[in-house]
């Protein structure tokens, strides 16, 4: 069974930066389509970077040129290093995963729905 496990998460001031990861388990790591996710407190999930088993990334407008997400598929790890901080940043951060046999060669969209392994979530807190 897939387990998802992030950290990295904390408070930080507005223009400050972390990097979040979140350890991989119990599938093919390589094959998966891997994502971050978020949710601020009354708002609903939404996706913030999608990375392809070969690498291809996409972003959400609101962070585009702030955030980078990439991958160690040997550490079976997914990261996300998240730069000028902003308080709108903050909220729950998920690491999410979908297999796709032989491997996920094209991005998935960037809606819950798409992925179907969750990790338990890790806070974000950035202060103004």
């Known amino acids: 069974q897939a387990q998802l496990v992030e950290s990295g998460g904390g408070s930080v001031q507005a223009g400050g930066s972390l990097r979040l990861s979140c350890a991989a388990s119990?599938?093919?790591?390589?094959?998966?389509?891997m994502a971050w996710f978020r949710q601020a407190p009354d708002k609903e999930r939404e996706g913030v970077a999608a990375?392809?088993?070969?690498?291809?990334?996409s972003y959400a407008d609101a962070v585009k040129g702030r955030f980078t997400i990439s991958r160690d598929n040997a550490k079976t790890t997914l990261y996300m290093q998240m730069d000028s901080l902003e308080p709108e940043d903050t909220g729950m951060y998920y690491c999410?995963?979908?297999?796709?046999?032989?491997?996920?060669?094209?991005?998935?969209?960037?809606?819950?729905?798409?992925?179907?392994?969750w990790g338990q979530g890790i806070q974000v807190t950035v202060s103004s």
């Open positions: 119990g599938y093919t790591f390589s094959s998966a389509c």
């Open positions: 990375i392809s088993s070969n690498e291809l990334t």
């Open positions: 999410a995963a979908r297999v796709v046999w032989p491997g996920c060669w094209t991005l998935l969209r960037l809606i819950p729905s798409e992925y179907n392994n």
